[in-house]
Every structure is written in C-alpha cells, then in structure tokens.
C-alpha cells in the first residue's frame, strides 16, 4: 500500500478487517481474530443465521448469496424467546455484557450460536426499515440515513463484529464498523471498493445478480438460542442504557457543493489546514470561545502505525479567528490565514512522521502508573476534554473515484458520534473537486450544542475563507 504512488505504508491493519470480534471482559476488553471463516451472520425481523460463502470448494457467486438472501427474507418463523433484541448486549455497557457472555453464552447451544456471530467474516442485518438520499429533502434524509448506520434500533446491530454490512428494504445499504481494530481509513478503503465493485457486476432488467441460482445449495442455519429470564433482564438493561445514548446523538450531514478542493487549491493552500481553519472559526461563531481540538492523522508510515493527534487550535489560527471577528482589513486577515495554514500543515507533518505530542504524553502517562508515580502535569493535560473531535476520511483510489467520470460512485463518507459530552464530532470526505461532505454530532442534553446550527456555521466560514482570496473568474474555473 503506498501513500501517493511513492511511500509505503503499513498495512496491518487491514489482517483484521475480516473474521474478527471485539470480546468483552469484566476489566479490559480483547480481540478475537480468526485465520480463517467460510461464513457470515446474518440478521433479519429478530433472527439469527448462519450463511456459508462456500459452497464445492469455491466461493459463492453473486446470484448464489443473492439466492440465500431470498430464502432469509421468505424465512417467516418467529423469533425464540430473548432472540430478537439479543445484540443489545453488545450496545450497552461492558461489564455487563462480560458476566453475561460467561455466565450464559460459555457452554452449550449458546455457546455454538454466539461462536457462530464472533466467527463470521463480519455481520449483515436485512434492515426492515427504508433509507434514501432524497433529492427534494437532502438534509431530512441524510440525517436519517446516518443516525440508522450509526445505531439502528440497538438490537439489529452486532456492535462487537468488526464492521456490520446494513441492507434496507429499499437496497440502500452503508457500513458500521468497531474502531479497536483499525481506523477509518481502512473502512473506506473497503466501501471504495464495495462502491467500485457493484456496477461492474452489474445486474438483470428484472433486478437480479447476473448468473443462475445454484440448484443442491444447502440453506442457510437458524441459529438456535436458548436464552433465559434471567438473561433477558440483562438484555433489556443493556437495551435501555443503549436506547438513552442513542436517542441523545444529534447527527447532521452537510453536502458542501459551493466549493471543493479545486478551489482551495487554486487559493495555494492546503484543502484540510483550509478546513481546519473553518472549523475554528465555526466553533468560536457557535459558541464564543475556543477548545481544545483533535484531529486525527495517521501514522501508517511505522510499522503497526494507528494515530497521533494534530492539536489543531493553535495560537496562529486564534489570531486569524480573532481578526474575523474585529474589524481587520482583508489583507491583514488574509496573511493572518496563510500563517495559521502553514501552521497546520507543519504539525500535521510531524504528527504524521513520528515527532507528535500526545502518544508521548500518553506512553509516559502508561509508564507513570506502572511504576506507581503520579504527576500532576500528565493528569491535568490528558484529562481535559475535546470538545471539537475532528477527522477527514482519505480517498484511496483518487483516479477511480474522480467524479467527473464516475458520478455514481459519490459517497457520503463516514461519522461517528462526539467525544465530550458538550462537544461535537466532525468527520469530513473531499469529493472530487466540488463537494465536501460533512458530519456533524453533538448530544441533544447538551444546552451548547446544536448539530444543525453548528453545520451553518461550517458553511458560512467555509464561504467566508474563500472570499479572503478575491479569486478572479479565470481561477474560479
């Protein structure tokens, strides 16, 4: 894997895309990958099953899985007893679902069901709900759409698989993915090439996969639960705990189509410090002041590299923010942006070779306890909250998703939800060289926030910075 054609990048990541679970434990939760899966779990109206992706030594066709799809969805039986809302456990918290896991899913055919899930090659809910992107009401349906991939019901997930595949009755589908075994990227890389690969394979004027039904393809097994009184209490407490932070996330999608990176470019800087510059000034016109911010870079140039934090309200980008809000000349203004994005560009290097601050700070935090020895210092900066958690999804395959030439292939990106509790979360995915799409969360409880108004902010600084640049109609084009 190589970042721009020319630096190599560690691909460990990706090893355990498939076939991996995260297990709960009473203190520290593991995870569980296997070398091998022939199967996948499937959910659909409350029950479990089993699929096998082989089938005479060869992996399934398209028109096979889509063969034991049908049969899942003309399945009509009924839930068992605790059946239908079992993967709430995964949704709740930890510790409870530990102690149940041992104390009711160790042995018997428990055991086999739940080995059947955490062994798959990942998790597919058949969603008996509809989701669309609709044109005459973008913003409704968007926010729609993304809160369903984020949650769904707390039950129709299984949040502990390594990426859950969720279908719509209606055909649209999305990704949610756990995020202790890999980081965003590696996620989009796979939908890229989800998305590629779907109209290459094509389908039939009647709907269908290309190809025939396979006709001595055994069905797919029902898993078979035996779940107690006992273990249903649990459910219900999980699902409760589950359903009150699912129901407090305030998520917001802005499709920015005024601009995109072509411009930016045009401007000479940077399209994300240009991005994280807005958002700066977006959050201090939300809310009057400035906070610690996170934004996530990769460290994949190291061996078994994850992230480091690019502490993205700096000193250069308060002066810039400051002077759009007095009464500064453009030019002035302006040579304030141009220092701030520098500025960023400038971390952002070191934090992606290795010379960041805050794994520092946390490895010597690690090492504080255990040699027993407290240090005021590392308490108070690793304890203070970010109250703006900020991430871009990369393109992977810029040629193919160039969208000029492959309009069909747009995205919406990814999200996730804020990390503080009176804060927002910001994921953001450059679109070819007209669109950026941003998502924005916050929590409903939170009197500071609001998602939506926080997205108009966003859009007016985004238009604000640009202005900056008094860029003529030639390099407007």
């Known amino acids: 894997l190589m970042l721009l054609h020319t630096i190599p990048m560690c691909s460990s990541q990706y090893e355990r895309m498939f076939n991996t679970t995260r297990v709960p434990g009473v203190e520290t939760d593991t995870i569980q990958h296997m070398n091998e899966s022939k199967h996948i779990a499937v959910y659909h109206k409350g029950r479990f099953f089993k699929v096998w992706m082989f089938y005479d030594g060869r992996l399934l066709l398209p028109r096979e899985i889509e063969q034991q799809m049908e049969r899942i969805l003309a399945d009509k039986s009924e839930p068992s007893p605790g059946e ?29 069901c739940l080995d059947a899930i955490e062994k798959a090659a990942f998790f597919v ?87 025939k039904q396979h006709p001595n393809l055994p069905g797919p097994q029902r898993l078979q639960w035996d779940i107690s009184a006992e273990c249903q209490e649990v459910i219900e407490s999980s699902l409760t705990v589950a359903r009150a932070l699912a129901d407090d996330v305030d998520c917001h999608i802005i499709p920015f189509n005024e601009f995109g ?52 309200c700096t000193v250069e980008t308060c002066d810039f923010v400051r002077a759009m809000v007095r009464d500064e000349t453009r030019e002035e203004r302006l040579r304030l942006l141009k220092v701030a994005a520098e500025k960023h560009q400038n971390m952002y290097r070191l934090a992606m070779t290795g010379e960041g601050i805050d794994r520092h700070l946390f490895c010597l935090y690690v ?34 998703f160039d969208l000029v ?57 985004m238009v604000d910075l640009l202005n900056l640049f008094q860029l003529n109609d030639k390099e407007k084009k």
């Not at 979360?425 to 070819?432: D, F, K, M, P, Q």
């Open 84 to 112: 239908e809302k079992l993967a709430a456990l995964t949704a709740g918290e930890r510790t409870p679902w530990a102690k149940a896991r041992d104390a009711h899913f160790s042995r018997g055919k428990n055991k086999l």
């Open 125 to 211: 809910t058949l969603d008996d709900t509809e989701q669309r992107y609709d044109a005459d009401n973008k913003v409704k349906s968007l926010d729609s759409y993304a809160k369903s991939l984020l949650h769904g019901k707390c039950y129709d997930r299984w949040f502990d698989k390594s990426f859950n595949m969720i279908i719509y009755k209606n055909g649209t589908m999305g990704l949610n993915a756990e995020h202790s075994w890999a980081d965003a990227p590696i996620v989009g890389h796979l939908w890229e090439h989800v998305l590629s690969m779907d109209p290459k394979l094509g389908y039939t004027e009647e709907g269908h996969c290309h190809g």
């Open 261 to 312: 990176k072509g411009l930016i470019k045009n401007c000479r800087t940077s399209p994300d410090a240009f991005i994280q510059i807005a958002l700066q000034l977006a959050h201090y016109r939300d809310k009057g002041k400035f906070c610690l911010t996170y934004e996530a870079s990769m460290t994949r140039l190291f061996r078994e590299g994850r992230t480091e934090t690019v502490r993205s």
């Open 367 to 400: 090492v504080s306890k255990y040699l027993g020895e407290d240090s005021a210092f590392l308490k108070e900066v690793l304890s203070e909250p970010w109250r703006l958690s900020t991430s871009q999804t990369p393109l992977q395959q810029v040629e193919l």
């Open 405 to 461: 030439r492959h309009p069909e292939l747009v995205s919406s990106g990814g999200g996730f939800g804020p990390v503080a509790d009176d804060g927002y979360g910001v994921s953001y995915i450059i679109l070819g060289d007209s669109l950026i799409n941003f998502h924005i969360s916050s929590k409903f409880s939170s009197p500071e926030t609001d998602s939506h108004r926080f997205g108009s902010h966003i859009r007016q600084a």
